[in-house]
């Protein structure tokens, strides 16, 4: 079957081969026309490097520090959004006409340019028909010179990496080159002012200053409440104050026992020393009445005394009563001491009651120390709570004003960071270091990107053969003869057993 309508097709070829050549002639014709006239365009290329760089420049020593929240170095990969965003803005129409500005179409006099000039005007006729109808107002000849070359801007990521290429036609190889120039001059020029901008530079230098002077003011309330309280460590100071407290809550504790026991003993002592006589007997001797052997002598010479003054005196007198007197006690006295011969009886301290005594002085000395010492004890938990009490008290206060001074400091140290890094973006934009570098630059074609002359002919053959068999079928369909088997078989539906061809 495929054989069968190969051959039929060739057997239109064959029978309709003029009308087949015409057409195919014409075809390539037009074709080899259309390929010589149209004018040729060069492209032109440029690639362009996107990386984030400068956030490895734009480090201020003794400004960062290593830390999860705050690293030194902060690098982040290109994405696909920030490719995406980079061609956006290569080929928008506002780089476009900066791109131009200030230069003016370069006239082109070909003949190509004026034909396809006037095909252009004639597409836009419809154009500035709606345009008209509706108001639309029209464009200047620089707006519409920047819609021409933005159509033939493109730009488009190369695939797996961080490179754009971009590329530009024109009909002169040198305008293509330069105006690619002009383009990626504005590119980097615009990267260069948005990633530096002179407002937010001065904002955070003033930001720095006022930051500043709030830091230093807290750092002056945290100094004089610090020497105001005394306090310069408080998390030291806020132990020791409580191991402190716990030390003297020991030995009071101790203290306390050590008296209860001191008490107990003097109690027990005293009663002990009570039930514990004072003095014990001593030695028992007989000894002579050394008094009464005195007294007898004197008694004979008071009776002796009185014989003798009666001689002279009354015995109602004066003397003789008082020398009555003294005998009358001396008498009393012999009669009571009627022996010569008296025993002598000693007693000695005893030695447990010293001994008793003398522990109850101790232990009444050791209690008082022991009370004294539990009072200074109480009195100086006491203290210990209160000075503990107003360091956590003032503690809190403390803490507030370090926090007032950490925010303070890292709002300070932020801005000042800030800062920096704008002066140091100012630099590097000032030495063209951005986060997007020119790879390649624009290069100067040497050879037409259009037409391709060897496939606008092979295309053209191909079409020539399409279009000649084309008419060469619909001819040969509008034949009312019937040339073919296949022919005979559509109309008849019989079979054909030869067919005879015409003589020449």
Request: proline letters at 4%.
């Amino acid at each position: 079957m495929v054989c069968r309508d190969m051959n039929y097709w060739l057997d239109i070829a064959y029978r309709r081969r003029a009308i087949l050549i015409e057409v195919a002639s014409i075809v390539m014709g037009v074709t080899v026309v259309i390929t010589l006239a149209w004018p040729p365009v060069y492209r032109s290329h440029a690639k362009i490097l996107v990386q984030n760089n400068r956030a490895q420049l734009l480090v201020s020593p003794g400004l960062q520090t290593a830390s999860p929240e705050n690293p030194a170095i902060v690098t982040n990969p290109v994405s696909e959004q920030d490719l995406n965003s980079e061609v956006q803005l290569l080929t928008s129409l506002y780089l476009v006409k900066r791109a131009i500005a200030g230069l003016k179409e370069p006239p082109n006099d070909s003949a190509a340019h004026a034909v396809t000039g006037i095909l252009a005007g004639a597409l836009e006729v419809p154009t500035l028909g709606y345009r008209s109808l509706h108001g639309v107002p029209a464009l200047d000849p620089n707006d519409q010179w920047a819609l021409a070359l933005a159509r033939r801007l493109r730009a488009y990521v190369v695939n797996r990496s961080n490179v754009i290429d971009v590329e530009f036609e024109s009909h002169d190889s040198r305008w293509s080159r330069a105006f690619l120039r002009r383009l990626i001059d504005q590119y980097l020029a615009y990267h260069a002012r948005i990633s530096h901008d002179p407002q937010a530079a001065a904002f955070f230098r003033k930001q720095t200053s006022l930051y500043n002077a709030q830091l230093v003011q807290a750092e002056n309330h945290l100094r004089a409440f610090e020497l105001k309280t005394g306090i310069t460590n408080l998390s030291d100071q806020k132990q020791a104050l409580v191991n402190r407290l716990s030390d003297l809550q020991l030995q009071y504790s101790k203290s306390v026992a050590d008296l209860a026991s001191a008490n107990r003993q003097v109690a027990q002592l005293r009663i002990e020393l009570a039930n514990t006589p004072t003095r014990i007997p001593g030695k028992v001797r007989s000894v002579q009445n050394l008094a009464l052997q005195q007294l007898k002598p004197q008694v004979m010479e008071l009776k002796t005394k009185r014989a003798e003054l009666l001689t002279r005196y009354q015995p109602t007198s004066r003397r003789i009563q008082e020398i009555d007197a003294k005998l009358a006690a001396a008498e009393a006295v012999l009669e009571r001491e009627d022996h010569l011969v008296v025993q002598e009886k000693s007693t000695d301290l005893n030695p447990v009651w010293v001994s008793v005594d003398t522990n109850l002085k101790q232990a009444e000395t050791s209690a008082a120390s022991l009370k004294a010492q539990t009072g200074a004890l109480a009195q100086q938990i006491d203290a210990t709570r209160k000075q503990l009490a107003a360091l956590i008290n003032s503690g809190v206060e403390i803490q507030r004003l370090e926090r007032d001074v950490a925010a303070k400091k890292e709002a300070y140290l932020s801005y000042l960071r800030k800062a920096e890094e704008a002066r140091a973006a100012e630099g590097l934009n000032s030495e063209q270091i951005l986060s997007v570098s020119v790879a390649q630059a624009p290069n100067l074609p040497l050879q037409p990107a259009f037409p391709i002359i060897w496939l606008n002919l092979l295309v053209g053959t191909i079409l020539a053969l399409a279009a000649g068999l084309a008419v060469a079928y619909l001819q040969e369909k509008a034949d009312p003869r019937l040339y073919s088997s296949v022919s005979i078989a559509q109309a008849t539906g019989l079979s054909t057993v030869a067919v005879l061809r015409e003589a020449q």
